[in-house]
């Protein structure tokens, strides 16, 4: 059985950093491509960032360019989001997802970031 | 980047009634769209990809069509545990953007 377990999250002021993290079991981690998606309180999915089986291709969305950065550990079968100057705008539930056809086939339960002072 | 549009934004039916939810893509997107399911507080779960085969498990009662750029995702008979927001996503291009999501509530 696929399972995503995120931590990490908490609550932040702005400009600060946290990283989430995304650990993986039940399934090959190193094959599959990994994604990062938000969900603002109340509002519908965006997509975050993106992140090869080999970590060699990353992409960003361009609310979160510069400011991110998504990185695995194929060792531990584990997936971050290093988020750095952090913005009220940032306050999500964060969702880690696998991703080997295109479509994200499982997600984890998600993390809640609040940025606020 | 690719636009999707889901419609209604709100959509309340009976429970055994048919529920019809729409989803538009600015570009074509082939078939190359996923639909999932969110219920309060739980993580989205993959219902339907390549715009029309069930995910693993999922109801026959679920079932979507539609290419390019007009899709449909059709549920046939509404039960209690279907009452939830749905969203569409398309998956040809990055960004792998979503729909801003469409609410199935009890009428």
């Known amino acids: 059985e696929v399972q995503l377990v995120e931590s990490g999250g908490g609550l932040v002021q702005p400009g600060g950093s946290l990283r989430v993290s995304c650990e993986a079991s039940?399934?090959?981690?190193?094959?599959?491509?990994m994604h990062w998606v938000r969900q603002a309180p109340g509002k519908g999915l965006v997509w975050v960032s993106l992140?090869?089986?080999?970590?060699?291709?990353?992409s960003y969305a361009d609310s979160v360019k510069g400011r991110f950065t998504i990185s695995r550990d194929n060792a531990k079968d584990t997936l971050f989001l290093q988020m750095n100057d952090l913005r009220a705008e940032d306050t999500a539930v964060y969702y880690c997802?696998?991703?080997?056809?295109?479509?994200?086939?499982?997600w984890g339960q998600g993390a809640l970031v609040t940025v606020s002072s | 980047e690719i636009v999707m549009t889901q419609s209604p934004a709100t959509l309340s039916v009976s429970p055994g009634e048919r529920a019809t939810l729409s989803c538009r893509a600015s570009?074509?997107?082939?078939?190359?769209l996923a639909w999932y399911q969110q219920k309060p507080g739980q993580a989205p779960r993959l219902l339907i990809y390549g715009a029309s085969t069930r995910a693993t498990g999922i109801s026959a009662r679920f079932s979507g069509r539609g290419s390019g750029t007009e899709f449909t995702l059709t549920i046939s008979s509404l039960q209690s545990e279907d009452f939830a927001l749905y969203h569409c996503?398309?998956?040809?291009?990055?960004?792998?953007?979503f729909g801003q999501g469409t609410k199935v509530e009890i009428k």
């Open positions: 996503q398309q998956y040809i291009n990055w960004p792998k953007t």
């Open positions: 997802a696998t991703d080997l056809h295109g479509y994200f086939d499982d």
């Open positions: 992140i090869s089986s080999d970590g060699t291709i990353t």
């Open positions: 570009q074509s997107v082939g078939s190359n």
């Open positions: 039940g399934f090959t981690f190193s094959t599959y491509w």
